[in-house]
């Protein structure tokens, strides 16, 4: 071994040169992105007052948001919202805007996704909102079938329990069409679980529905 110094040069330019591209480059680049205003005034400086986006994830969408990584949702959906001309995402009414880095700034871990064998989710909330979001995501995780005839999403009844009613029947249960192949007996429920419920908050605040000052809404 003569040139044992030129080896270690050589291991260590390696590293420092990935380094440099993969860490130093994307810190450059994204490192200085904070919470903004939807606008900014003549001088570049954020409307005194207007609510800071993006906004943080809270609560029981962040629960939901486990359960999403756990049951591996992210194997078929993506969360990013192509610029058009690279895609037919903002034809296809998948969201208002392309998504942008600063989009993701607040999550801790931000799900990209790679695959789309089912539609991106990045504005999901916004088109399935409020209550009959909440009811068609329910009957959709139970069994896709219900919403969505001949879909190739798997079901997820595990995230409910189908019990006996007792008396009067649950406002929770999910409401099955009594003559559908996929509703309980007679005489039972479905109702979801906790983790069905967190994860059914956690697509409904799925929204892309502000403007940044490098991603403005445009027709509003
Ligand atoms: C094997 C691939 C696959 C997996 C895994 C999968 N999905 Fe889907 N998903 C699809 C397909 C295909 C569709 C479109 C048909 C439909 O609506 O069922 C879809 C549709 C959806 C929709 C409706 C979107 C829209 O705009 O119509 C939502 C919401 C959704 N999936 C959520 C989930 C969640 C949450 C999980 C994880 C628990 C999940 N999916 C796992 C394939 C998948």
């Known amino acids: 071994m003569k040139n044992i110094a030129l080896l270690f040069c050589g291991i260590l330019f390696t590293i420092a040169f990935s ?6 480059a994307s810190q450059l680049q994204f490192g200085s992105l ?30 939901g948001k486990q359960v999403y990584i756990e049951l591996g949702c992210i194997y078929c959906h993506s969360q990013q919202i192509r610029r058009e001309g690279f895609g037919a995402d903002i034809d296809r009414g998948w969201g208002l805007r392309a998504t942008v880095a600063r989009d993701y700034i607040m999550q801790d871990r931000v799900l990209l996704g790679t695959m789309r064998t089912g539609p991106d ?22 069994n896709p079938q219900l919403t969505s005839k001949g879909s190739i999403m798997p079901p997820y009844p595990f995230l409910y329990e189908v019990r006996e009613i007792e008396g009067e029947p649950s406002p929770e249960a999910v409401k099955i069409p009594a003559d559908s192949p996929y509703s309980p007996k007679t005489g039972y429920e479905v109702i979801p679980t906790r983790r069905a419920v967190a994860l059914v908050e956690y697509l ?7 403007s940044l000052p490098e991603a403005p809404i445009l027709d509003q």
Request: glycine share 14%; proline share 3%; aromatic share 10%.
């Open 34 to 63: 904070l919470q903004t205003t939807a606008e900014l005034d003549e001088d570049g400086k954020q409307m005194e007052g207007d609510p800071l986006f993006p906004r943080r994830e809270s609560g029981i969408a962040l629960q």
């Open 204 to 210: 409904l605040s799925l929204k892309v529905d502000y």
């Open 121 to 142: 989710l990045a504005h999901v909330g916004g088109r399935f909102a409020g209550d009959g979001g909440r009811e068609w995501h329910h009957q959709h995780l139970y």
């Open 19 to 24: 380094y440099t591209g993969v860490i130093l």
